[in-house]
């Protein structure tokens, strides 16, 4: 059974960082999946915010991510990362690390999600 964890939330002021953690506890294969990050504020749709490659080679984002965000990934320690950089009060939501089995982004959907961490930026 997969098993997405995900932890490095917080409260920050605007301008300031954050790296979120997301580990894939049970053991299996990890560089069989891409990984991905994904947000949902109060009120909003989740949306997409950066995927990685199942080899790390290639990296995606969100327009309203890039240039402050990175993602990236730890094979060794089936874990993936999501820097966050220059943070502002609108990125404030609840963090979702997912998992999709055998497909680089992207992906019409998710094949597992994590329960998420909440990133909240004070102005």
């Known amino acids: 059974q997969v098993q997405l964890v995900e932890s490095g939330g917080g409260l920050v002021q605007a301008g300031g960082s954050l790296r979120l953690s997301c580990a894939e506890a049970?053991?299996?294969?990890?560089?069989?999946?891409?990984m991905g990050w994904f947000r949902q504020a109060p009120g909003k749709e989740r949306e997409f915010v950066a995927a990685?490659?199942?080899?790390?080679?290639?990296?995606y984002y969100a327009d309203s991510v890039k240039g402050r965000f990175t993602i990236s990934r730890g094979n060794a320690k089936n874990t993936v990362y999501l820097q966050m950089n220059t943070l502002k009060p609108e990125d404030t939501a609840l963090y979702f690390c997912?998992?999709?089995?055998?497909?680089?982004?992207?992906?019409?959907?998710?094949?597992?999600w994590g329960q998420g961490t909440q990133v909240t930026v004070s102005s």
């Open positions: 997912a998992l999709k089995y055998g497909a680089d982004w992207p992906w019409a959907d998710a094949d597992n």
């Open positions: 049970s053991g299996r294969t990890f560089m069989r999946y891409a």
């Open positions: 990685i490659s199942r080899n790390g080679g290639s990296t």
